[in-house]
């Protein structure tokens, strides 16, 4: 390795102005942030201080080579021209990690076997042994990343992903991740001058890197190796000397407090405690957060509730609205942070955030907010001067876009234009349409004061009463007013091809005394209505139905 090179760490989102302080920290130079990623310059010590320091890096890579590409062919060449004995031995293992973003190279795996290819052949034409492929720990790790047609080949200085610390001995169903942990225990800005509290612990995963942090305990300390122990230009002193910068730690006065409602939970957080070697700070109690006391002093509360994904969740939002009850009522003068999924979680919250952050929990988009808790009315708060106390890493400001306001235009309001009733008498401004109260009325324009250009209206018509005496005009087709009314109809005027009508039968009286008679029942009513019937006075009246008695016999009887 050359005495300055160039580097990269790579971290998950939101977390990269948090890496970027921490390169500062160890002594990187030339720190820039990208997308998930933060490159650095920097030796051989500053390597090793990266992967053993570093809380919220994954992977510390440094560049070999860099060339375009348009397809996999040419992939093949652009590598096999590479020296690959200037970083590996012809009897070491190997593995390829692939990372593209491109639309030629659309398969990460199948660019993985054209390295392989490359690197193979490297060796076995130059009538060396052929080396292996070994995908669990091999002696060299290499990284390739692909964008559009540009390639960079790099070596992996760490091997396992960093969030492997080494103190996890067991986990629960959905363990938070070790380096995400970190990340958003710096971003709440905790240092250990507080109590720490984890309502709903988990596995412990914040009460164990909380720890860390407080006592600053090197999160690499715990791991066995790293992959840039393995390499030809390994310097073991200058790695003994990294890590004897970090044998004298912090003090810390205060204590860790961690709970969760399920037993199983406790017991695994318990058991990475003590593998850990954090038994004396951190307490990890079986209760749920409703039955928490409270605080003897303001603490820093960060918890990671269950969101309903990957873990069973009963009533997620009796559980969310439980925790903005226990908060506001239980852990007045706190500041907590909580990760959440969903939105409507949040707002069962029932609580104003003092900030939001957007990061990744695996492959689910979560959200950070954090909540200054206090008794009382928020504005009492407010002028008291209690507004966000806590130090947390500075986000770049936001460029303030200055507005130039000219003088107003004078434009008529308007209210200013004249009323409708000064325009109907004539004040119609020049441009203004004509309006419909230019137009004559429609009683003048019915006595002959139609406009030319007007079409014939209704009015010009003969009236009903007119046409009905005569004035029906030529074209007009027969109205039903030309036809004989219904009772001269009924008195014989019915005209040719008129069917009979209801009317001309004999009505119901007459058809009575010449026809059949219809049945009637007692007291002149019809057969449906043989519950009703007259009394002597004549008033109608209801029979009360018959009840139908059923006659038994005995079995004694004679036959």
Known sequence: MKQESRMIAKTLQALEPVLAQELEALGATDIEQGRRMVSFTGDKKVLYRANYRLRTALRILLPIASFRANDPDELYRQLKRLDWSEWMQAGDTFAFDTVVYSETFTHSKYVGYRAKDALVDFFTERGEKRPMVRLDNPDRLFHIHISHDEVTLALDSSGESLHKRGWRAAQTEAPL??????????????????????PMCGSGTLLIE????????????????????RWADYDPALFADVEAECRELKPFEHHIYGSDSSIEAVKVARHNVRTAGLADLITVSHRAMQDCPAPEAPALIVT??????????????????????????NYAGSTAWILAYKLEHFDKIGLRHSDRIKMLNGSLECELRAYTLFAGKREDFKRAGGEGEEERVPRAPRPERERERGPRSEKPRRFDRPRREDRREGSRRDGDRPS????????????????????????????????????RRDGDRPSFLDRP??????????????????????????????????????????????????????????????SKHIQTFSGGGDE
């Open 436 to 471: 419909f109260s230019d137009r004559p009325r429609r009683e003048d324009r019915r006595e002959g004061g139609r406009r030319d250009g007007d079409r014939p209206s209704f009015s010009d018509r003969p009236r009903r009463e007119d046409r009905r005496e005569g004035g």
């Open 177 to 198: 991740s070790e380096v995400l942990a970190a990340g958003i225990l710096l971003l709440a800005g905790w240092q250990g001058k507080t109590d720490f509290i984890d």
């Open 485 to 546: 009314r219904r009772e001269d109809r009924r008195e014989g005027g019915r005209r040719d091809g008129d069917r009979p009508s209801f009317s001309d039968r004999p009505r119901r009286e007459d058809r009575r005394e010449g026809g059949r008679p219809a049945k009637k029942n007692e007291g002149g009513l019809w057969p449906n209505d043989r519950f009703r019937y007259r009394d002597e006075e004549g008033r109608e009246r209801i029979r009360n139905k018959r």
């Open 210 to 229: 909380a720890a860390l942090i407080a006592r600053g305990i090197a999160p690499g300390s715990f791991r066995k190796s790293f992959a840039f122990q």
């Open 304 to 329: 990671n509730p269950p969101y309903g994904e990957r873990l069973r969740l009963r009533d997620g939002e009796e559980l969310y609205r439980m925790i903005g009850e226990r908060l506001k009522h």
